[in-house]
Every structure is written in structure tokens, then in C-alpha cells.
């Protein structure tokens, strides 16, 4: 039986020690289906999105699914005026990863990270595992003792 394929994000992930667990599914079509497939609550499945705050400075924003991206509080946070996102190109060329599959774990560069204090109080959080169906489940602490992970109010509810 043939190993299943890694990722920079598994790799980074071990040679780190950070505990945590692989958990493969099909391609989900939503956030909900991913959820689903992986057996976690919605709110447990973490969004990785890169934003950026200058010319070749960016950072990772981890935000719960279900949940709102909150741009003003982000600016607040980070005492900036402007904050964009980069198109795919820009996101891959910086991260090592393609859209959808993006996350802080085996980045090509290791970008400051902001965890969404919403994430805070799930059991385990599931983030990419920087490739399609490819997913991490990990406690929060773990994940922001991993990262070095800021942890900020950035979202609020959808609806």
C-alpha cells in the first residue's frame, strides 16, 4: 500500500513535534461540506487568509468558518490604514500554495499569523493541510504555540 502524499504543511508540522492528526476527505464543494466530511462543527474549520499590509510584508488571518471577516478591526489591531488581498498569483508566490489550499504551515515564508479569538474556546480546530481534502486538527493552543499565533477579536457572526 503506498503512503499517502505529503505536503510542506505535514512535513513542517512533524519536523516540528506539533501534535496534531491528518484527516483526508474527498474535495469538499463548502465550508460546510469540509465540516461535514471531517466530522467537526462549522465553526471548528479554520479559514487561512492572506492579507496584505505593504510591499512584501504580509500576514496569515485565521478565521472560523461562519464567521465574518471584520477589515476595520483588523486595521485597528494593526495600526494600519490599508490592507488588501492579493490576487492568487500573488498568494501562491508568497505562500508556496494555491488558493484553497493555502496555509501558515510550510509557507515559504513564515508570515506573522493572527488566530480569531472566536477560535479559541473548539475543543480541536481543523486547518489546510496545503492540499485539497488534506486537513489538520489540532487544539488551539497547540496551533497558536505552533505558529506564535496572535490571538484577536477579528469577525463576527454571519447574518
Known amino acids: ?22 484527516v483526508r476527505t474527498p474535495r ?20 487561512t487568509i492572506v492579507v496584505r499590509r505593504g510591499d512584501d510584508d504580509y500576514l496569515f488571518v485565521l478565521v472560523p468558518a461562519g464567521r465574518r ?3 476595520p478591526r483588523l486595521r485597528a489591531h494593526l495600526g494600519v ?10 498568494a501562491r508566490d508568497v505562500t508556496g500554495y494555491e488558493r484553497y489550499t493555502i496555509t501558515p504551515f510550510g509557507s515559504t515564508r513564515q508570515w506573522p499569523v493572527i488566530l480569531d479569538a472566536a477560535a479559541i474556546d473548539q475543543p480541536v480546530v481543523a486547518i ?8 489538520v486538527h489540532l487544539t488551539p493552543a497547540d496551533l497558536v504555540a505552533a ?10 457572526a454571519d447574518g
Do not use: K
Not at 489546510?128 to 486537513?135: D, K, L, S, T
Not at 505558529?147 to 463576527?156: H, K, Q
Open 81 to 90: 490604514r490599508r490592507l488588501t488581498l492579493p490576487d492568487a498569483d500573488e
Open 128 to 135: 489546510g493541510g496545503g492540499g485539497f481534502g488534506i486537513n
Open 28 to 47: 469538499a464543494g463548502s465550508a460546510q461540506e469540509s465540516a461535514e466530511l471531517q466530522g467537526i462543527p462549522l465553526g471548528a474549520l479554520l479559514r
Open 1 to 22: 500500500m503506498a503512503a499517502e502524499p505529503s505536503t510542506p504543511a505535514l512535513d513542517a508540522l512533524a519536523a516540528a513535534g506539533t501534535p496534531h492528526r491528518v
Open 69 to 71: 471577516f471584520d477589515w
Open 147 to 156: 505558529l506564535e499565533a496572535e490571538i484577536v477579536d477579528v469577525s463576527e
